[in-house]
Structures are given as structure tokens and as C-alpha cells.
């Protein structure tokens, strides 16, 4: 190559080469191009440009959480466990169980399962998921001896986020049986979050959560077999709010990949869980710890 030569014989030589590209490749480059990208004679390639644009793509997370609070809503036994949590990203799919933890790198809430970030703006989050919901085994509690078990079923969720302020937040989600075995549920949230020194954050909120008739009966109510087969009388549970919960939550950075995360709850059983005759404590509290590492 002469290094002497002006822009205009180096032009001349670049489309000498680009008329030899077959048209149709051409077209599917320029179509693959990010719109308002384009070339320019003698520009260098950025290959660190290019890798961060890849990585944007992908993020992932992995953690554990230990909580302890009641073994079923209105159960006066406690127990504890601990659950894995993981979250998975490629471009707007995503695949996670979040078991409490914020294993977006973002802090905002991940749907449980597969899904789809349909929007994602400084204001509004709005995305759909599909999850494969257990149900309930009769083995799972001896209070559940002789109701048989609630099958398990896919389930669809359609979820809004919506930052009012930089210090309000409004969250809800409807999640419906796609099988037609359980019903339908809804839960609404009001979260305050203060931000405080060194990326660490306190939040405090109020959530309420609403199941339809056949979501209550499946979970809460009795059926007059089951009242044969049990030692409950028969409890027919209407479409209504089922609980309200209060809750505390300390976020801090351990590192620039890792967090870690302190939850305390109390939830109040109302409505038709509350009448329910498994219903031994309408009160209790629960407590979440855990830690995420985000690559």
C-alpha cells in the first residue's frame, strides 16, 4: 500500500473491494448494523467497543438465602431453610428463582421462572413470565393430613414497576393458572427506599396479596370430602384479599460482584384465609439473610 496516496485513491480502492461483495451479503451487514453506526474511510475497529456491547447482553447471578418464618400461611409452627437463588440474562429473556434476594445487578425485581422484559425505562418496568407452580403435597405438613394435594400447574405473570419517585416505588402482578386447575392471584406493593453511604439502602413497604375463589379454595378451603377424610369442617373460601405483609430490608455491598441482603417481615392472614379452619395463627413474623454474587 502506498502511504502516500490521497482520499480519493484510497476511495476509489474501497469501493473497487465493495463492489465485489455479492449484494445480498451486503444488505444483511448493513441490517446488522446498530442504527446510526456508520463506516467511514480509514476508521480504526474498536474491539473493546464491541466486547462491553457483548457483555451488555449477558448478566447473571448466583446466591444462597436462609429464612425462617411460618411452614405455611397461618401455621402456628415455624421453620427454616436454605434456598438457592440464581438468575440468568440474555438480552430481554430471562430464567430465575430470586428465593428474596436481589439478583439483578440493578437491585429491581427478577420474575421467578422464564421471562420476558417487555420494558425497561428509568420510570417503568413491565415484563411477563411462565413458571411451573408445585402446588401443595399433603406430606409437605401434618396439618394438611387428609386434604390430598393441590396439583401442580404452569402459571403466567404479568408484572408492572413503576418508580413514582427516587424514593417511592409501586409494584403488582397477576399471575393466572394457564391449566385451569388453581385460580388466579394478585399481589400489590408500596416500597420507600432511602439510599445511604457506601451503595447501601433501607427499605420499608407494604404489600397486600388478592386470590380469587378458586385460588382461595384450592389453598385455604375445604371441600365436603375433604372434610370427611380430615379432621376440618367444610369451608367454602370466596374470592378476596388473603394478607397483608409489612416489611424491612438492609441492602450492602460486600464488593463490586457481591451483596449482601437482611429481611425482616410480619404478615397479617385477612379475609378468607383468615376464617379458614387451617388457619391456627393469623399473625407472624419472618426473617431472610443472604448473599449474591452477580458475574
Request: hydrophobic share 40%.
Amino acid at each position: 500500500m502506498n502511504l502516500r496516496e490521497g482520499p480519493d485513491s484510497r476511495m476509489a480502492r474501497s469501493l473497487s473491494v465493495c463492489t465485489a461483495i455479492p449484494a445480498r451479503f451486503a444488505l444483511c451487514v448493513m441490517l446488522a448494523l446498530p442504527a446510526g453506526v456508520t463506516a467511514q474511510p480509514g476508521a480504526a475497529t474498536e474491539p473493546g467497543r464491541d466486547a462491553s456491547r457483548a457483555a451488555a447482553d449477558w448478566e447473571g447471578s448466583l446466591g444462597l438465602s436462609l429464612s425462617h418464618g411460618p411452614s405455611y400461611p397461618g401455621s402456628a409452627r415455624s421453620s427454616a431453610g436454605l434456598r438457592p437463588a440464581f438468575f440468568l440474562r440474555y438480552r430481554r429473556v430471562t430464567l430465575s428463582r430470586s428465593a428474596g434476594l436481589p439478583v439483578r445487578r440493578s437491585g429491581a425485581p427478577a420474575a421467578l421462572g422464564l421471562g420476558l422484559d417487555l420494558l425497561r425505562s428509568d420510570a417503568l418496568d413491565v415484563g411477563l413470565s411462565l413458571r411451573y407452580d408445585r402446588g401443595r403435597q399433603e406430606s409437605a405438613d401434618a396439618a394438611f393430613r387428609g386434604l390430598g394435594d393441590i396439583d401442580a400447574t404452569l402459571r403466567g405473570r404479568l408484572s408492572v414497576d413503576w418508580r413514582l419517585t427516587p424514593r417511592f416505588q409501586l409494584g403488582g402482578s397477576w399471575s393466572q393458572d394457564l391449566q385451569g386447575k388453581g385460580g388466579a392471584n394478585a399481589d400489590l406493593a408500596l416500597t420507600w427506599v432511602k439510599a445511604l453511604a457506601r451503595d447501601r439502602e433501607l427499605a420499608a413497604g407494604l404489600a397486600l396479596a388478592w386470590g380469587d375463589r378458586r385460588y382461595n379454595q384450592a389453598f385455604q378451603g375445604v371441600t365436603p370430602a375433604q372434610a370427611a377424610a380430615s379432621a376440618y369442617p367444610a369451608y367454602q373460601a370466596d374470592a378476596g384479599l388473603r394478607e397483608v405483609t409489612a416489611f424491612l430490608r438492609y441492602r450492602m455491598p460486600l464488593s463490586r460482584d457481591w451483596v449482601a441482603q437482611l429481611g425482616l417481615g410480619w404478615s397479617e392472614l385477612q379475609g378468607p384465609a383468615a376464617a379458614s379452619p387451617l388457619t391456627q395463627r393469623r399473625g407472624a413474623g419472618s426473617v431472610n439473610a443472604g448473599v449474591v454474587w452477580h458475574f
